[in-house]
């Protein structure tokens, strides 16, 4: 069973920084996506970057430039490293996976969509303060 657990959240002043952190369990598979996504109250949840198992990764332009997506096979962890956070930063952040089994699972074929995404983590709070 894949479990994805977040941390690393809390509250910081405008241009400051945080690293997110997500321990994955249970995932075999050889072809993945893993991204961050994030959700505000009365927002939609919409993805800020993703990484696959080739080490791709993509980004919206509303995060490009200060948000970095890595990740580290051997301790199996995603981060999200943020960097200038904005107030409209502020949000529940979620880590998420899709694996494949006998297709090929890529950041230029997984639109970085909520739907895509099978496998959920319970999301740790990051609140920006002008």
């Known amino acids: 069973q894949v479990q994805l657990v977040e941390s690393g959240g809390g509250s910081v002043q405008s241009g400051g920084s945080l690293r997110l952190s997500c321990a994955a369990s249970?995932?075999?598979?050889?072809?993945?996506?893993m991204g961050w996504f994030r959700q505000a109250p009365g927002k939609e949840r919409e993805g800020v970057a993703a990484?696959?198992?080739?080490?791709?990764?993509i980004y919206p332009d509303s995060v490009k430039g200060r948000f970095t997506i890595s990740q580290d096979n051997a301790k199996r962890t995603l981060y999200l490293q943020m960097n200038s956070l904005k107030p409209e930063d502020t949000a529940m952040y979620y880590c998420?996976?899709?694996?494949?089994?006998?297709?090929?699972?890529?950041?230029?074929?997984?639109?970085?969509?909520?739907?895509?995404?099978?496998?959920w983590g319970r999301g740790t709070q990051v609140t920006v303060s002008p």
């Open positions: 998420a996976a899709v694996g494949g089994s006998d297709t090929i699972v890529a950041v230029t074929t997984i639109p970085l969509v909520e739907k895509e995404y099978v496998y």
């Open positions: 990484i696959d198992s080739d080490g791709s990764t």
């Open positions: 249970g995932y075999t598979y050889s072809s993945y996506c």
